[in-house]
């Protein structure tokens, strides 16, 4: 008898509602959506059809406005503000689209911060920073400010932060937007190395076709629903590039 799929992600019926009256706006209409361990998710779809929205919530950022969510086996709304936080701090990574790093301190220090925020030592934080930023192919900019550097610079930095702390759950908007193809496929071989293992799980919201064959599942939005989810079998090792002969 096979093995019961564990779950690291159970959404259904989610919705989201911003604003009220006339003016509001329905972001998300009944989203339906389940993340195995163990697998990479990509949300693809139209600009606009609900995919940050739905992994902020799923990140415990954004509350829904109906519909039940489960991550990593609890709801992230139950939780009072201090739990929420302490969970995303062990749990999260989260690699946001314009990369919200802070301009007034260093790459490694932007870097340390998941780390800061448990408690660790600054000296031991720093190290596992370099190292985050060297997987990345950044650790020469250790010592840089983010706005010294170029965007691809700044969301190699990002994905960093996001990882440094072996967060269960990574979320990624966007996350080669700025990369050019062949360090977007580097950055998706090392997501897929570090985020996808049997106790976790990563989805990623993107636009850019090159990245595709590193999913397990493809799953489609428009308008605020999940509307198809595709299957396959993930190549997460092969350099291979899509681009049209």
Known sequence: MAEPVRLAVATDGVTKVFGRGGNAVHALRGAF??????????????????????????????DRTEGRCEVLGVDPQAMSQGALTRWRGQNIGFVFQQFNLI?????????????????????RALAA???????????????????????????????????VHEPR?????????????????????????????GDRALVVVTHDSRVFHFADRIVRMD???????????ADRTARQHSESP
């Open 33 to 62: 959506l389940e993340v195995p361990y163990g697998e990479l998710v990509m949300l693809v779809g139209p600009s606009g059809c609900g995919k940050t929205t739905l992994i902020s919530i799923l990140a415990g950022i954004l």
């Open 103 to 123: 301009p007034t301190i260093t790459v490694a220090e932007n870097v340390a911060v998941p780390l800061l925020l448990q408690g660790q030592a600054r000296r």
């Open 129 to 163: 920073a370099e190292a985050a930023l060297e997987r990345v192919g950044i650790a020469d900019k250790r010592h840089s400010r983010p706005t010294q550097l170029s965007g691809g610079q700044q969301q190699r930095v990002a994905i960093a932060r996001a990882l």
């Open 169 to 197: 759950f990574v979320v990624c908007d966007e996350p080669t937007s700025a990369l050019d193809a062949d360090n977007g496929q580097l950055v998706m071989e090392l997501l897929a190395e570090i985020a996808v293992q």
């Open 223 to 233: 308008d605020g629903r999940v509307v198809d989810t595709r299957t396959q079998i």
